[in-house]
Nanobody, 121 residues
Framework: QVQLEESGGGLVQAGDSLRLSCAAS????????MGWFRQAPGKEREFIGT????????AYADFARGRFTISRDNAERTVYLQMNAVKPEDTAVYYC??????????????WGQGTQVTVSS
């Protein structure tokens, strides 16, 4: 069983870049595909993207493609979400999650507590 903890959120200005981290403890990190999600106030949780076990393959939601990048460092047991040119509508709680099988539409098994990102205009 893997435990996840996000960090790197905060208050930023529109147009800034921000990198979120998600550190894994327990379990074999490299055996899990990882995903990033977000939930804005009053909205449902939204899938951002996913990365496979080695980091050689990624897939993104349409809104994230080109502006968000997911990467991972298995030696550091960490997955990252690089956010560029952030917008006020990116304001949300951001979550990382782990799943045994890589691909779009997976049901994730393990979740972090989330980190708040607030983008001011």
């Amino acid at each position: 069983q893997v435990q996840l903890e996000e960090s790197g959120g905060g208050l930023v200005q529109a147009g800034d870049s921000l990198r979120l981290s998600c550190a894994a403890s327990r379990g074999t990190f490299a055996h899990y595909a990882m995903g990033w999600f977000r939930q804005a106030p009053g909205k449902e949780r939204e899938f951002i993207g996913t990365i496979n076990y080695s980091g050689s393959s990624t897939a993104y939601a349409d809104f994230a493609r080109g502006r968000f990048t997911i990467s991972r460092d298995n030696a550091e047991r960490t997955v990252y979400l690089q956010m560029n040119a952030v917008k006020p509508e990116d304001t949300a709680v951001y979550y990382c999650a782990a799943v045994a099988n890589y691909g779009m539409g997976q049901k994730y098994d393990y979740w972090g507590q989330g980190t708040q990102v607030t983008v001011s205009s």
